[in-house]
């Protein structure tokens, strides 16, 4: 599977699901979720690759990078999108972080301040009715190990600490078969190859992306979105043959736990039908 540079897209959100995030708190020690995805956002955020997402209750979000495997690398491109035009690049990073970076968001649209989680409905991994975008199709580290195993700090920080936005899946593995190895062997139906987070801002509104050489701000433009992508994955990737079993990137993590568990799981998958982008390289969900 070769890796393909994301282009700027328009998500397609089901009008069952379409409207204004309304984001729900259910417990104090459980980040905000939120029940409807809109479809336009001013700024789209995508994540693929290795890397731990920290939902806090406070409604903040900590996207943590593993930072010491040779074969990975680390990138942060923004690009601007005027009408129809063609996307023009205005940011773009390529060197491993040395301080936290924060993306924080002044004048959010009313009731999408903050960081939730899209959450909507009951949710079974084996269920056809799951909404493709829930967020409940990433791979949580509880699935594999509880109590969850710590990470070494200096393997996962700096990092990047988001005040605002609306995780979901944004594009799941489509025509693959997609299991974890823990002992026994489990189906997991479907994994997302890019996570998403949607900032929408009011007018006059604004993000700003902090701690790089110079702050980078995305003002609330008329016709205008920007899109940024997050990378931590290697330069390529073996291309899947049909029938032929291969091992995904999670046995990665492992290498960052300050006490690895003595039975370590594995997620393999083969190709059906079609190759959806990035499968080995998957983020996930902590301190769940």
Not at 24 to 42: F, G, Q, Y
Not at 188 to 211: D, H, K, Q, W
């Amino acid at each position: 599977m070769s890796t393909t540079r994301r282009g700027f897209i328009k998500q397609g959100i089901s009008a069952a699901s379409a409207g204004l995030l309304l984001p729900k708190i259910n417990e104090a020690t459980v980040a905000p979720s939120c029940r409807r995805l809109d479809a336009s956002p001013d700024i789209r955020i995508l994540f693929t690759g290795l890397m731990l997402f920290r939902f806090d209750p406070k409604g903040f979000c900590d996207v943590e990078i593993l930072n010491k495997l040779s074969d990975h690398k680390f990138n942060i491109e923004v690009r601007r999108k005027k009408g129809q035009s063609h996307p023009s690049v205005e940011k773009e990073y390529h060197d491993p972080l040395k301080n936290l970076l924060e993306l924080k968001v002044d004048k959010p649209k009313p009731g999408t301040e903050g960081v939730c989680k899209f959450v909507p409905g009951n949710f079974s991994r084996s269920s056809t009715t799951n909404n493709k975008y829930d967020l409940r199709w990433a791979l949580h580290l509880k699935e594999f190990h509880d109590p969850e195993p710590d990470f070494k700090k200096d393997h996962v920080q700096p990092g990047i600490r988001f005040f605002g936005g609306h995780f979901h899946t944004f594009e799941g593995t489509e025509g693959i078969s997609i299991t974890s190895k823990c002992g026994s062997t489990k189906d997991l139906f479907r994994v997302p190859s890019y996570i998403g987070a949607n900032i929408y801002l009011s007018s006059g509104g604004s993000a700003t992306l902090e701690g790089l050489e110079t702050p980078y701000t995305m003002p609330q433009e008329a016709g205008v979105t920007y899109q940024i992508d997050i990378r931590n994955q290697p330069p390529f990737i073996e291309r899947p043959r049909p029938g032929r079993e291969y091992e995904s990137h999670f046995h990665k993590y492992y290498s960052a736990m300050t006490s690895a568990p003595a039975q370590q799981c594995k997620v393999v998958y083969q190709l059906l039908l079609r190759a959806t982008p990035d499968v080995p390289c998957m983020g996930l969900i902590v301190g769940e």
